[in-house]
Structures are given as C-alpha cells and as structure tokens.
C-alpha cells in the first residue's frame, strides 16, 4: 500500500486532496500537517470528515512526515514549497507540488514572483503534470510540478491547433472567468461575500501570473515562442473556470475539420470530453469533477474555443490525483470517480 501524505491540508486544495485520496483504495493516507493553533483530528477542523477519518493534522515536522509517507502533496503557497521540498526530496519522497514554484524557468519565476528562487538545483528535474501531453514523462518521475487552475483548461484547449495558429501567426484573445476559491483560503477584502457577491469584474488584465506559465508550456509545444492575451474575471461562484478563447479563422482549416483535429487528440484521454460541434459546455458540467469540457465552433470569422473546468479538481487537487496514479501505475481514474 502506497502511504500518503499532505502538507498544507488545510487549504482549499489540500481539503480537496484529502476528500479524494480517501476514496482511492490503492493508496494510505497517512499523514496530515498545516499551520494550526494544536494537534487535532482533522474532523473536527472540518466536521464533514467525521466518519471519513481518524487522522490528526498537525504541524509540520519533516522527518516525522517522511517516517510516515511514500509520497508527499505540497498543497503550500507560492515561494513556500521550494523552501520545503528539497527537505523531502533528500529524504527519497516523491513529490507534488501543487504550487507555482517548479513550473517555471528561474528568470521567469523570479520575475512573475517578485522574489529569488530557492532551490534553481532542484528546478529543472521536475515534471510539468499536465497528464494529456505529458503522461510519458510523469510515469518515469518522481517529482511533479502539479499545473495552474488557468493553464490547465487554457492549454487543453489549444495544444491541438496550437501548431496551426502560429504557423498562420494569428493572435490568441483569452477570456478566462473563475470561482473565488481560486485565490485560496485567506482573507482579503477583494475576495469577501460582500465583495464578490452580485458583482463581476475583471483583474490583472495580461499580466497575471498564469500568463508565462501558458506561454511557456505552449511555446514548447509549438516549438517557437507563443504570446497571449489574457484576462481574467472573477465570478460570483465559489468554484469552477470558464474560458472563451478567440482566435482569427484566416488560414485555418474549416470549424468541421478543426473539431475532428479534437475529437482524434483527446479521444483516448477520459478526462476531456469534447462536444459535438457548435455545442458549448456550462460550468455546472465541471464543478465536483475532474473533467475539462471542450467546445469548438467557427462563426463571424472566428475560431471560438470554449473550456470549462473545476478549478479545485482538474485544476489542481484532482490533476495532482491524477498524477500521482500514473506515477505509482495505479489506475488513472482512481479516487476521481
């Protein structure tokens, strides 16, 4: 039996990680830390796990985690995991770090992070664990670097054009909308009910975080240098993303031809489901699943690319499950069904 364990369990993520590894009968969840005030079962800090489980979380203590775990989560903020996971990493642990902290290249990292990365030695011998194009890859790693809630959905949605727009050098317009819960457990006035609720708006207009991230990934995969244009918008829910990606028709092929170019790539991937064409997925197809929901249709000289997913599950506690199946061989859909 595989043993298991989540730093930083008491997080959106890391209360969803927890929700579906207890599910996943290949593995032992054994092992639960965050900053809490004392050790306690962690269903009395949430009482929906009554029944689920008996374990305490505490907080955390390296060797004792490692005495415990096969496999360590980091659902931990930004800049904060690279200063622990090299602890696990000596120790023989294999490793997903649901953070930002090994998906980027250190200049980049460093410049979207307004702050000098901790662990440039380790950098590069992370995975990127985005299962649908790098599934080889993750099979033979031990250390993930688990994708962003935006990129997973944005990606997924272009990887299989992705070739043909910039060999037509078109430009790519993303309008992305996300649930609150994609900022974290924290309190900041912009993210409060009062704030959010019955209001709409629109934040860090082509420069977020999530902006290198795609690029990068993208570029790889075109094999020359792809830019975006993103904006993000906070919606009113608690969770779930909605991307409407617009990309110039001239020079591709036609709306029928482009959605069979879908339907062939992701045939075989369970987790993304691609409409019929001309039909578009709704947020409430996604929200408490691991699926990212794909809709393609050329109108008004336009290729119009609609994304939906849960940002808590396949954008990230349900991906980094996900991952760690295919790490440890295990089946892929286990814990997310």
């Known amino acids: 039996m595989i043993k298991v364990g989540v730093v930083g369990a008491t997080g959106y993520t890391g209360e969803e990680l927890i929700e579906v590894l207890l599910r996943n009968n290949s593995i032992e969840l054994t092992s639960l830390t965050a900053i809490v005030e004392k050790t306690e079962k962690f269903s009395v800090l949430f009482p929906r796990f009554r029944g689920k489980t008996e374990l305490v979380c505490s907080n955390l203590d390296i060797d004792e985690v490692c005495s415990k775990t096969d496999i360590v989560f980091l659902a931990l903020p930004h800049t904060v995991s690279m200063k622990i996971a090299p602890e696990f990493m000596k120790k023989g642990k294999k490793i997903i770090d649901l953070s930002a902290d090994y998906r980027l290249p ?12 901790a662990d440039i030695e380790n950098l590069p011998k992370y995975v990127y664990g985005l299962p649908e194009i790098n599934r ?28 043909k727009i910039k060999k037509e050098g078109l430009d790519v317009i993303i309008d992305s909308k996300t649930g609150v819960t994609g900022a974290g457990r924290k309190a900041l006035i912009p993210i409060l009910f009062g704030e959010v609720d019955g209001n709409f708006k629109t934040y860090k207009v082509n420069e977020h975080q999530h902006m290198p991230e795609m690029e990068y990934i993208l570029s790889q995969v075109a094999g020359e240098k792809v830019t975006i244009n993103f904006i993000p918008h906070l919606l009113p829910v608690r969770r779930g993303i909605f991307s409407t990606i617009y990309i110039k ?80 061989g295990i089946e892929e859909t286990a814990g997310l069904l």
């Not at 993750?138 to 997973?152: Q, R, V």
Request: glycine fraction near 10%.
């Open 106 to 117: 250190k200049e980049v990292y460093e410049k979207w992070y307004n702050t000098s990365h």
């Open 136 to 163: 080889k890859k993750i099979k033979e790693a031990s250390l993930i670097s688990n994708p962003g809630c935006f990129p997973t959905g944005i990606i997924l949605s272009l990887f299989p054009v992705i070739d």
């Open 249 to 328: 028709h001239k020079g591709l092929p036609s709306g029928e031809e482009i959605h069979k170019i879908y339907e062939d790539r992701y045939k075989d991937e369970f987790f993304v489901r691609v409409r019929p064409y001309g039909t578009m997925p709704e947020l409430k197809d996604v929200v408490g699943n691991n699926f990212c929901d794909i809709g393609v249709k050329v109108a008004g000289g336009l290729l119009i690319i609609v994304s939906v997913i849960d940002n808590l599950l396949k954008g990230a506690s349900g991906q980094a499950v996900q991952n760690m199946n295919i790490m440890c």
